[in-house]
């Protein structure tokens, strides 16, 4: 019985061994095999035939190649470099390799279980699609120790073998032991560069100067050694746009409706802004002329290549004046974080109750400085009050007015009703209003107070 164990066997042997069984005609060697003690012993030359061809059939294979960033796949031909090197290697041992067989990645090597590609390899593993994965270096598999050694595992517990172009190591104890000290080195240069690339980069905001990494924000674009901004005039008449709609009144949605009717395209080209992209530009204080460094830290999240994760405003480095010129005002630029304060505090996520407080959208003013009030619980009255902001420290001064939001809650209703009670009479009135609304366009204008 030929079984696939002997299959994959004589996959490697099946020339020597058939030739073997051939070369002694009407007598059978003495083997351990049964696939070449069968061949010695039949006398049926097509099935002799058909059987050497059966376990002389190429090893399927499959190669998987990686680089770390986006950058070292458009700079170099490193994917492309790794791919013909596998590819030689291939034909060198006569594999067979399917272009759906062949993954390519740009993914960091510090993790594994987030990177698309490898999980699709993986998975094809498990399916016996292929018994050989041809890489060119054993950290494209991960940089990691023990990341490579989880992968070499899954793959061998499917009966899939690893082998590599530049590194040989067998699978006896001694060549798994040269394996993992190789990763340890990999893991550990890893380190190395992370720290010098980290202690590269303080020394540059040390120096006043910006990271240069990415893209400049909207309206700006780098000067020549990236460690500055300098105004990209066609984008900051935008930004300023933005900004003086949003303080004179306008509606966010409705300054995102305006750029879009007037095609007004978004840096990458597109027709269509979206929310967050307005709101980054609006809260960016860099339209100031902040300069600020180190907001934010990348850290490693399961499933995703990185997250940024804010850091305290006090850890934060401030960068000399200059190094990013203003396009806003510091007038308009407050007033709009105003704005976007009470939108904040009326958007429905922020009021899972919001039948307890009528007024909570901005409606209610302090009598003694004129700003808004916000809404405060306090859990242990089971009371909810309308409060001025301004009298905790570093609002202001005022005397931090407070009222529970039920009594004016209902005097506000009492006062709806009445007056709505005296537009019955008048019916032809409220009709041309409502009219009078019909024509506008809606996310143009702001509804008038009752």
């Known amino acids: 019985m030929i079984t696939s164990e002997k299959v994959s066997h004589m996959t490697t042997k099946g020339n020597k061994a058939a030739g073997q069984a051939i070369g002694v005609a009407g007598q059978a ?28 059939v190429a090893v399927i294979a499959a190669i998987y190649i990686r680089v770390s960033t986006d950058q070292q796949e458009e700079d170099g031909t490193s994917l492309e470099t790794q791919l013909q090197l596998c590819l030689e290697y291939c034909r060198e041992h006569g594999y067979q390799v399917d272009a759906n067989h062949i993954y390519r990645e740009v993914y960091t090597g510090a993790e594994y279980r987030g990177r698309p590609e490898l999980t699709r390899m993986r998975e094809a593993a498990r399916n016996h699609e292929f018994s050989v994965v041809v890489i060119y270096a054993f950290d494209r598999l991960s940089r990691k120790q023990v990341h490579q050694a989880v992968i070499i595992d899954d793959l061998d517990q499917h009966g899939v073998k690893v082998e590599c172009v530049t590194e040989a190591f067998d699978d006896s104890p001694i060549g798994t032991f040269m394996r993992n000290a190789h990763a340890f080195a990999a893991e550990l240069e890893r380190e190395k560069i992370r720290e010098r690339s980290e202690r590269g980069k303080r020394e540059r905001v040390s120096q006043g100067r910006l990271l240069g990494i990415g893209a400049p924000a909207y309206g700006y674009r780098w000067n020549k050694d990236r460690s500055a901004y300098l105004v990209n005039e ?30 007004i395209l978004t840096r990458s080209g597109r027709e269509r802004w979206s929310m967050s992209t307005l709101g980054g530009i609006l809260s960016n204080h860099a339209y100031i002329g902040e300069a600020k460094a180190y907001k934010t830290h990348r850290v490693a999240k399961p499933g995703h290549k990185h997250a940024n994760v804010h850091i305290p405003e006090e850890e934060w480095v401030c960068l000399p004046e200059g190094v990013i010129p203003p396009i806003i005002d510091t007038e308009t630029f407050e007033t709009v974080q105003k704005v976007l304060q009470v939108n904040k505090q009326v958007a429905a996520r922020n009021n899972p109750n919001p039948e307890d407080t009528l007024l909570r959208s901005g409606y209610v003013m302090c009598g003694y400085c004129g700003s808004n009030m916000y809404v ?4 242990a009255q089971n009371a909810i ?12 001064a005022c005397t931090s007015v407070s009222i529970r939001t039920y009594l004016l809650d209902e005097a506000v209703w009492q006062r709806v009703i009445s007056i709505l009670e005296g537009l019955s009479e008048n019916l032809g009135w409220v009709n041309e209003k409502i009219d009078e609304l019909k024509r506008k366009n809606p996310e143009e204008i702001e509804l008038p107070p009752v």
């Open 29 to 56: 060697p003495a083997h351990d095999d049964p696939v070449t003690e069968f061949l010695g012993r039949s006398n049926d030359r097509e099935t002799r035939k058909k059987l050497i061809n059966f376990v002389t």
């Open 376 to 379: 405060r619980r306090n859990l």
């Open 385 to 396: 009050d309308y409060y001025c902001p301004r009298g905790v420290p570093g609002f202001g």
């Open 234 to 263: 066609e984008e900051a008449r935008i930004v300023r746009r933005i900004f003086s709609e949003v303080a004179g009144g306008s509606t966010i949605r409705g300054v995102l409706a305006g750029l879009q009717r007037g095609s």
